[in-house]
């Protein structure tokens, strides 16, 4: 039987969510606390001048390697905020999540430090490295659904009856405020930074970093989605919640159908700008990222180094920093991008 506070409760927007979402938009001290947290844990990520973009664009480009992470994206700051502050009735339980990839390796990681138990709930069909991936850090695989909504269905469920910590996709107000931890870093090593861009899925960083870079800098933040998947632009745009039929992009880390209110809600309050990219210029830009710097990253790293070119006239001589947010290229994306060196 399960206890009034493990109850689902009204949502605003298409996702499922418990008494214990907090839906208060974190603030710019919340990043700050977020630090403090992660200090034990995280390494602070290099940030690195790149010669190939700063020549590109006559402007300097710097990369934040957010890539160089434990668990190989940036996801972890955000995961790992949230567990760190669990009330002791969830942490004896455990927490619960669907993802098929960064999301659920962060779960993992972080309830391996915090003590407590991982559940990551994948569609069939989830590329074995990627189960192992979670599996090697002691979190526990439910193989449910033949996609991601089924498994969240899933996870939403355990969470319901056995009381777990229902860790959600998107409306996780310490998430975005330990997503801005890399925006903290940036704007100390580079007071001077004109223009952040970072891509959005779901919107942790681009909630995170106008709460951090953003509020702390003169620097304008811009986000950029994949277009064939601009469930969070639209949202954007128009403030409402309206989610798409289908999510299907080579950015895999961004495929994110729903809008989800709190990241929409910051973002709508705090963004400067907002652009989509194409699939062809993802892979693109994946590849050109290979071929000049030799760094592997995600689709999902893609859109804002896609959008340069359009913005060149507008870069020309600024300070830029863009996140390379994860290298977890599953090995038949990797073939597709060798392919086009
Ligand atoms: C999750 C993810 C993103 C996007 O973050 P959101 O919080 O979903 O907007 C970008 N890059 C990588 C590698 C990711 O795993």
Redesign the pocket.
Known sequence: MSQPEYQRVDSPDASTVFEYHDLTPPTTADVYRARQTLRDHLPETPLVRSEWLSREYDAEVYLKREDTLPTG?F?IRGVATVLAGLDEAFRDQGVVTAST???GRALAQAARWFDTEAVVAVPEGTGQNRIDGIERLGGRIEVVGDDYDDSAEWAADLAAEEGYRYVHPGNERLVMAGTGTAGLEIAESLPEVDVVLG????????AGYPLSVGSVTDADVIGVQAASVDAAYRAWQTGELTPQDEANTFAD??A?RVPYALPVRVMREQLDEMYTVSEEEIVETVAAMFREERIMM?G??APPFAILDELRDELAGKTVAIPV??RNLPASKVEQVMALQ
């Open positions: 994206s996801k990839g960064n999301y891509p959005v899925g779901a919107g942790s960083i681009g880390g961004i994110a995600e999902a790293c947010t994860g």
